[in-house]
């Protein structure tokens, strides 16, 4: 379970997404979190702890850290 993230980060998903790609930037945080999929474009919104169970690790972090739970 990924517990740590913030905004911009790039993160690998446990699934693939249906294009075929696993890498995401997370694109909002808070309650909910939002994804978008390098791969085709697409953007999810899944929950927050759906988020913390379905990623699986840090790719590469956002440059700015410290943003989690804005906005
Ligand atoms: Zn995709």
Redesign the pocket.
Known sequence: MLTEFALGDRVELRKK?????NEWEITRTGADIRLK??????SVMLDRLDFMRAAKRIVKKADSDGDEGAK
Request: net charge positive.
């Open positions: 997404h249906a294009c075929g790609a999929c390098l791969g085709c474009g697409r």
